[in-house]
């Protein structure tokens, strides 16, 4: 019946199926924490978005986890994408947490004395930086530091 009253029949294409829906790395906290369904690889074949230093990273942010994931990490090598995924499913308690992930906080760095300590040291930038950061300089170290160039940076 190929060729039926001049209309050719319609060919069927497999590749009609419609396309996995996205799965993101929240998706996979929230099945760890809450839903516990344990169905993230019939929706993301081969477990392609599931980043298991990320997963553990999240999941440290809760003081609670953070012996388990210290374990947990050690394994991290040795067990694949879906066995991690499993063990987190089986250990893991089942209650709705918020894990805030930490911005980085850009502070406004007084460049006068980063330019200051950069000069007095003769290191680069950015060790000067660190010095303010760990605050392994204090206010006093750097009023003398600018007194002995003379209350401005040596050029």
Request: with cysteine; hydrophobic share 35%.
């Amino acid at each position: 019946m190929h060729d039926l009253f001049g209309i050719e029949e319609k060919k069927v294409v497999e590749d009609d199926v419609a396309p996995a829906e996205k799965v993101s790395i929240f998706d996979y906290l929230t099945d760890i924490c809450a839903g516990k369904r344990g169905n993230m690889g019939s929706r993301d074949k081969n477990y392609k978005n599931f980043s298991s230093f990320m997963i553990l990273r999240f999941l440290s942010l809760d003081e609670g986890y953070l012996p388990l994931v210290n374990v947990l990490n050690t394994f991290q090598g040795s067990l694949s994408k879906e066995e991690m995924y499993k063990t987190l499913l089986f250990i893991i308690p089942r209650k709705r947490k918020f894990l805030k992930y930490p911005k980085q906080i850009k502070s406004e760095m007084d460049m006068e004395a980063v330019k200051l300590l950069k000069d007095y040291f003769k290191c680069s930038k950015t060790e000067a930086e660190e010095f303010i950061t760990l605050r392994l300089i204090t206010n006093s170290d750097l009023a003398r530091i600018k007194e002995s160039f003379g209350g401005k940076s040596a050029e």
